[in-house]
């Protein structure tokens, strides 16, 4: 069945601190796939995509993600966390056919100043 | 930039009322969706719309739910008759053919209380 895992449910990390999210994911299919954040009471904002090519994708907030299909992971990584990067993060596959998104279950990030 | 929007922001409604949540999707994408999250959950497909049919829909969605495209621009989800479990931000995403093949435009939500 198709399924996304994220393992850590809290992350807490201090701010300047380096920062990666796990995500692994379970697909037939070669695998599109996405990271989002909220923020508490907002909607989805897209951080990063990975369709094909270059396994090391570059998103918007000096996010950075890399897919690895041994691994079957599309972890989530920034070099240096902001205090304003506290939220919730969703891993999400793109599935064929009416290409509805599967969601990860999340992982809430706490930055310590 | 197009962006989706969702009105209204925040229902509360009352056990066994009908709801309607209101979408604007992008306007030359032709795939919309309709997803919910429960507090503190993750986020679940309920719905997949295309050429004026479902084309697909999750276990969620029973005979309470229905969509529609009523005219061009807006897309809806209607709830028969709510249940406290429907309490859920709903939001709603659409996509193109030509945006990249998998990629949804997702709207703010639509946060429903049910009382």
């Known amino acids: 069945a198709q399924s996304v895992t994220q393992p850590d449910i809290h992350i807490t990390v201090s701010e300047g601190a380096s920062l990666e999210l796990r995500c692994n994911y379970s697909?037939?299919?070669?695998?599109?796939l996405f990271w989002y954040v909220q923020s508490p009471g907002q909607g989805l904002q897209l951080l990063l995509k990975?369709?094909?090519?270059?396994?090391l994708v570059q998103g918007i907030k000096g996010f950075e993600a890399e897919f690895k299909r041994s691994q079957s992971s599309f972890n989530l990584r920034k070099p240096s966390v902001h205090w304003s990067d506290a939220a919730e993060y969703f891993c999400?596959?793109?599935?064929?056919?009416?290409?509805?998104?599967?969601f990860g279950t999340g992982t809430r990030l706490k930055v310590l100043a | 930039e197009p962006e989706v929007t969702q009105t209204p922001s925040h229902q509360v409604t009352q056990m066994g009322q009908e709801v309607i949540l209101r979408c604007v999707p992008i306007?030359?994408?032709?795939?919309f969706y309709w997803y919910r999250q429960i507090l503190g959950q993750k986020v679940e497909f309920l719905v997949s719309?295309?050429?004026?049919?479902?084309?697909?829909k999750s276990e969620i969605f029973d005979d309470q739910f229905s969509v529609e495209r009523p005219d061009g621009s807006n897309f809806t989800l209607k709830i028969r008759s709510t249940k406290l479990e429907d309490s859920a931000m709903y939001f709603c995403?659409?996509?193109?053919?030509?945006?990249?093949?998998?990629?949804?435009?997702f709207g703010p939500g639509t946060r429903l209380t049910v009382t």
């Open positions: 999400a596959v793109g599935t064929s056919g009416t290409y509805k998104y599967i």
């Open positions: 995403a659409s996509r193109s053919q030509t945006s990249g093949p998998y990629e949804q435009y």
């Open positions: 990975y369709f094909s090519g270059d396994t």
């Open positions: 719309f295309y050429n004026n049919e479902i084309s697909e």
């Open positions: 306007s030359n994408h032709l795939y």
């Open positions: 697909y037939g299919a070669t695998p599109y």
